[in-house]
């Protein structure tokens, strides 16, 4: 199983900014799919997950009303829209999924490799 990420890069304040993730491999069941980003200095922290079940989504209050999460089942993938970003929102995101590959009987936590978000003020 990999996540394969796209997206980020240098953006000024005020800008927006698009992630997508997509899970490949042997899938049986995807429960989550989500963002955490790292700033230096600062411990990982959830940006925004999504159920695939029932679209029921997660976000962090920072967040709120500006970054919008999204899937696809069918593909297996995440979107981050990112509107009216901050420099506080500069880090490294992660995309970040709990599945149950056909490997296993129970659902496993993956990480993908992680994307540069840098906000300019």
């Known amino acids: 199983v990999q996540l394969v990420e796209s997206g980020g890069g240098l953006v000024q304040a005020g800008g927006s900014l698009r992630l997508s993730c997509t899970a490949s491999?042997?899938?049986?069941?995807?429960?989550?799919m989500g963002w955490y980003r790292q700033a230096p200095g600062k411990q990982r922290e959830l940006v925004a997950r999504i159920f695939f079940s029932d679209g029921r989504t997660d976000s962090a209050d920072s967040v709120e009303g500006r970054f919008t999460i999204s899937r696809d089942n069918a593909q297996k993938t995440v979107n981050l829209q990112m509107n009216s970003l901050k420099p506080e929102d500069t880090a490294v995101y992660y995309c970040?999924?709990?599945?149950?590959?056909?490997?296993?009987?129970?659902?496993?936590?993956?990480w993908g490799q992680g994307t540069q978000v840098t906000v300019s003020p």
């Open positions: 491999g042997s899938i049986i069941n995807v429960v989550t």
């Open positions: 970040a999924a709990t599945l149950t590959p056909r490997s296993a009987d129970w659902a496993v936590n993956y």
